[in-house]
């Protein structure tokens, strides 16, 4: 069983910027598609960026776009989030996500999930 482990989530200011990484147990772990998704309390996981492996385009919600970054390192099996000028609204738990369907935005085509990186922006 492949576990997914996010870390670098903090509290951070308002205009701050975060790297959240997330890495895979097996190195042979090879998803169609990786995303990270985000929760508030109360509210549903929704999708904040994401790639398919068959093109490593990435796609990214539209209130992240132009602030957060999502990239792969293949070599170290680990997914990043580059995420600046940070807003009080990109408060979350963030968590990352993978599998083998091409589905990017639903979060109920993932298979696998980890436990989540809490990010708080302070004002």
């Known amino acids: 069983q492949v576990h997914l482990a996010e870390s670098g989530g903090t509290l951070v200011q308002i205009g701050g910027s975060l790297r959240l990484s997330c890495v895979a147990s097996?190195?042979?772990?090879?998803?169609?598609?990786i995303s990270w998704f985000r929760q508030t309390p109360g509210n549903r996981r929704e999708f904040v960026a994401g790639?398919?492996?068959?093109?490593?385009?990435?796609s990214y919600r539209g209130s992240v776009k132009g602030r957060f970054t999502i990239s792969r390192e293949n070599a170290d099996n680990t997914l990043y989030l580059q995420m600046n000028n940070l807003r009080p609204e990109y408060t979350a738990m963030y968590y990352c996500?993978?599998?083998?369907?091409?589905?990017?935005?639903?979060?109920?085509?993932?298979?696998?999930w980890g436990h989540g990186t809490q990010v708080t922006v302070s004002s």
């Open positions: 996500a993978a599998s083998f369907s091409d589905l990017l935005w639903d979060s109920s085509t993932y298979t696998y």
């Open positions: 097996e190195s042979s772990f090879n998803p169609s598609t």
């Open positions: 790639m398919r492996r068959i093109d490593e385009v990435p």
